[in-house]
């Protein structure tokens, strides 16, 4: 393989060099340039080339390995694995023990606090990262008058442990709201209600998932899911995703190389890439799930947030087979009502339910009765609904003041993006040599918070051409603050004169 390939990668002080040049090596295989079968520069040699201690080439090299993106032959030197496309699933893409190494990637406090759900966040910082609405936008005045209601009503009874399936009365709400809403037609006695999305996922792999087991992801995805499988002991294969959806092929190839009792995925304005299955994909999956006798984990996150006048493919719920039900459908009102109530629900196909009510009942026994019965008194009244369409409309207003700020100021530095028509989300490629791990630094020094690509990483490929930004807690104001200063950074990064910024800030 020609050394020039490794020219242009330039090290920045921020990241370790054995990361760095593992990370050029990734994106040339990405990009063509080295292809499957090449032999790897020899290790002396690239090290000389690079200016660095044979070591750091080794550890580079140990750490595309333990990735499977390359393969190591005794005696004859370093070669890019075979397997690498979507097609073949990056076959052994992502194990326990690449999990186990995420957090070298974050050494820094701040992405540790991101990592986790909990971001520290400078004086005056424009936040892009969090998933999360601002608390202003939350209804706690008509919140406070269902629990009042309830409590008048009900009294202690209220505080008292509910079954683990959740308070029946709610169930019933929700099943109707669900054929009202979503054409998803099930029984109340198919319904049980969770502590969250997080908590319903975790549910599901502890009835589902031993130690050893497989299951499936879309790469990039949410990394609470993959915490959950390492959790298990189970081995996790990320297949990839694009604007239509999962790789249908890469699907086939691991459902058929692994036997895996999973595969979880959010077919709606996906985190972090905002991509939604087409409605052939969707079928694609539900046959091949019926096929390989596999559970699909359909995480429904951000549907009810749809910004398109055409209307969005019916959820995977929506066309499971009656006779043979495959999709464990996990739904939130978390994010769009308040984040502390901890609410949701999963639907469960009947040869599941026992089993995984189980695992609920082993985990917390019941979630809140009080909150169940306030949420179901709050259901009633119609209060949702008028919230739903309430927060619709702020999040328009954010997603179009995004998709302007993002074509006015960073498209013309060679960023890029698909607009997703809905979600909350947008996922941003870099221009070439431009690190996210490095542009996230320098971002934050200017009081803008981005999340780097590579905490979604689900197989070999690092994303580390790659940012998420999110429009949860930012007002059209700071959108285009936070962005103005995004393209700010990338100057920076890339020794461009300063541009006049923008009056905002």
């Known amino acids: 393989m020609e050394t020039n390939n490794f020219v242009s990668l330039q090290f920045n002080s921020s990241h370790p060099r054995y990361m760095q040049i593992a990370a050029h090596i990734e994106q040339l295989v990405q990009k063509g340039k080295i292809k499957p079968g090449d032999r790897l520069p ?91 609405p601002s608390s202003d936008l939350f209804p706690v005045s008509t919140f406070r008058g269902a629990v009042n209601e309830v409590l008048d009503r009900d009294g202690g009874d209220a505080l008292g442990y509910d079954e683990s399936s959740g308070y029946y009365p709610l169930r019933e709400t929700v099943s109707s709201l669900l054929e009202r809403q979503y054409g998803i037609h099930t029984s109340p006695r198919h319904l049980q209600m969770i502590s969250g999305a997080q908590q319903g996922i975790d549910i599901a792999a502890k009835a589902l998932l031993r130690p050893g087991d497989y299951a499936v992801v879309e790469d990039p995805t949410y990394p609470g899911a993959l915490a959950v499988c390492a959790s298990r002991g189970a081995q996790v ?27 979880y995925c959010m077919p709606k304005y996906q985190n972090p890439s905002s991509y939604s299955y087409s409605r052939a994909c969707i079928e694609g999956v539900l046959s091949l799930a019926r096929q390989y006798r596999v559970c699909v984990l359909e ?47 999963s639907i469960l196909p009947p040869h599941m339910y026992q089993g995984i ?104 490929y690092l994303y580390d051409d790659r940012i998420r930004i999110s429009i949860a807690s930012a007002d059209e104001h700071d959108i285009s603050t936070g ?18 910024m923008s009056p905002l800030i």
């Open 299 to 345: 995480d429904d996150y951000l549907s009810d947030l749809t910004y398109s006048k055409d209307p969005p493919a019916p959820s995977m719920k929506a066309l499971d087979h009656p006779e043979d039900e495959r999709v464990i459908y996990i739904k939130s009102f978390s994010k769009l009502l308040m984040p502390g109530l901890r609410i949701g629900f």
């Open 237 to 263: 294969i990320g297949v990839p995703i694009g604007p239509g959806g999962i790789d249908l092929e890469g699907l086939e190839s691991a459902f058929r190389r692994y036997h895996p009792k999973l595969f």
């Open 483 to 500: 962005i103005s200063r995004l393209a700010q950074s990338l100057r920076n990064i890339r020794g461009e004169p300063t541009a006049l």
């Open 42 to 132: 020899p290790i002396r040699s690239l090290a000389q080339l690079l200016g660095v201690n044979a070591i750091t080439v080794v550890k580079a090299y140990e750490r595309l390995e333990r990735g499977s993106l390359v393969t190591k032959i005794r005696g004859s030197g370093v070669y890019v694995s075979p397997v690498i496309s979507s097609q073949d699933v990056l076959e052994e893409t992502y194990n326990q023990t690449t999990y186990g190494n995420r957090d070298e990637l974050f050494q820094d406090e701040e992405i540790q606090l991101m990592h986790g759900g909990h971001i520290m966040l400078p004086p005056d910082a424009v936040n892009l990262a969090t998933s999360t």
């Open 357 to 460: 009510l189980r695992a609920k009942h082993l985990t917390d026994i019941s979630s809140s009765g009080l909150l169940q019965r306030a949420f179901d008194a709050y259901l009633r009244s119609g209060a949702w609904e008028d919230h739903l369409q309430h927060m619709k409309k702020i999040f328009h207003r954010r997603y179009d003041a995004c998709c302007k700020a993002l074509q006015d100021m960073l498209v013309q530095h060679g960023c890029s993006f698909t607009e997703p028509h809905g979600g909350l989300h947008f996922w941003i490629s870099l221009p070439p040599s431009v690190s996210a791990y490095r542009l996230y630094r320098e971002a934050a020094s200017s009081g803008v918070i981005c999340t780097p690509g590579n905490i979604f990483k689900a197989g070999a």
